[in-house]
């Protein structure tokens, strides 16, 4: 009689259920609620730029595929790829920056290490980051959204740039960032108007008007950034289906947000503990690399203590150049940053193995 051969490997015995395929798309869809307010917001043309994105990142990759003889279309990660290229494009930005941008993050950041997984930068984060520097004016151009009473294709600076135009200059002094705003008359939703007086007259706590509309979406800026409130509703859906896991995303904003509320008000000269830190987390693109970005299991570090130093130091990073650099945005670069620290960091925070019991060695004891 036959007997059944039976494979006897080492403990433990895991199964998960997720895949790379199921990965990608459970990301592709938690995006999805930011991207479509992206459309409403900054109309059709916004629509064409993430139809573009992902186009480009699928033709690419299904033209690797033809030559080196795989099949890889369908575990989503070329369409993912092009979605966040096209959320982080400004909603007039020329069709050929995401076509660059997304054959820059398929061809050479993703194919040439080797393909999904080899990477050692997130593929649309690279790109972004390349056609940023290559094409600085046109990354830099914006337009109001249709809920400030604009539907015009005229270029806007975002909130951050407005603040960093204005510190560079020396024409505001003593202001927080919310005041930097109103003095520059930068327009805000009567919504926010409305929710900033009830939160004074009736909870008496201070809320910026501009905070408000930062948090729901009603500002200039990239196509899927804008809406912090979906990116957080996204992020959730994420949480839930245990895609990604708390402790880049938290050990990040937690750091930035100390410390733009420890140091951010000394540019303003405000002088320490004086930062408004609320309105800079809901503004750029700090949410969207918090939850979409920062926690890209290929090229973040495997262990939770590793997550912990990466999430803290990408808030450290982004901090500095947000406040202190040139540029108004710094978040892609603070990611980038981390990233090349990844393989030191998981070199020196080692997983305790499964069933490992460390015993540590008796001290001698000193001879009288």
């Not at 249709?146 to 204005?166: Q, Y």
Request: glycine share 10%; aromatic share 14%.
């Amino acid at each position: 009689m036959d007997v059944p051969k039976t494979i006897v490997s080492s403990s433990p015995h895991l199964h998960a259920r997720s895949s790379t395929a199921s990965i990608m798309w459970d990301v592709s869809i938690a995006l999805a609620p930011a991207a479509l307010w992206g459309v409403y917001v900054f109309g059709l043309r916004a629509l064409a730029v993430l139809l573009v994105s992902i186009a480009s990142s699928v033709l690419v990759e299904y033209l690797l595929n033809r030559f080196s003889k795989e099949s890889t279309l369908a575990d989503g990660s070329a369409f993912l790829t092009g979605l966040l290229i096209g959320m982080n494009m400004p909603p007039d930005a020329a069709f050929a920056v995401p076509v660059i941008a997304s054959a820059f993050a398929m061809f050479v950041v993703k194919w040439t290490f080797g393909g999904l997984g080899a990477n050692w930068i997130n593929p649309a984060l690279a790109g972004r980051v390349f056609v940023f520097f290559s094409f600085t004016g046109l990354m830099n151009t914006y337009r109001l959204p249709r809920t400030l009473g604009s539907v015009d294709a005229l270029g806007s600076a975002s909130m951050l740039t407005e603040m960093k135009l204005a510190i560079g200059e020396g024409t505001v002094e003593q202001l927080s960032s919310a005041g930097i705003l109103a003095s520059l008359d930068y327009p805000f939703t009567s919504f926010a108007g409305s929710v900033s007086s009830w939160f004074q007259e009736v909870l008496g706590i201070t809320l910026s008007p501009y905070t408000v509309d930062a948090f729901f979406g009603n500002i200039s800026g990239c196509i899927g950034e804008v809406s912090a409130f979906l990116l957080l509703a996204g992020a959730a859906y994420l949480f839930i289906r245990k895609v990604i896991t708390w402790q880049i995303p938290v050990t990040f904003l937690a750091t930035f947000s100390l410390l733009a509320w420890i140091f951010g008000g000394v540019r303003n000269g405000l002088g320490l503990f004086q930062g408004d830190f609320v309105l800079q987390l809901f503004s750029g693109g700090m949410i969207l690399g918090a939850f979409f970005m920062a926690t890209d299991m290929v090229t973040s570090p495997t262990t939770s203590k590793g997550m912990l130093i990466f999430g803290a130091g990408i808030g450290f990073f982004a901090f500095l150049l947000r406040y202190f650099g040139s540029l108004p945005e710094s978040v892609s670069l603070a990611i980038i940053v981390m990233n090349i620290f990844v393989p030191t960091i998981d070199r020196y925070i080692l997983p305790k193995r499964f069933g490992e019991v460390i015993v540590e060695p008796k001290k001698k004891e000193a001879k009288a």
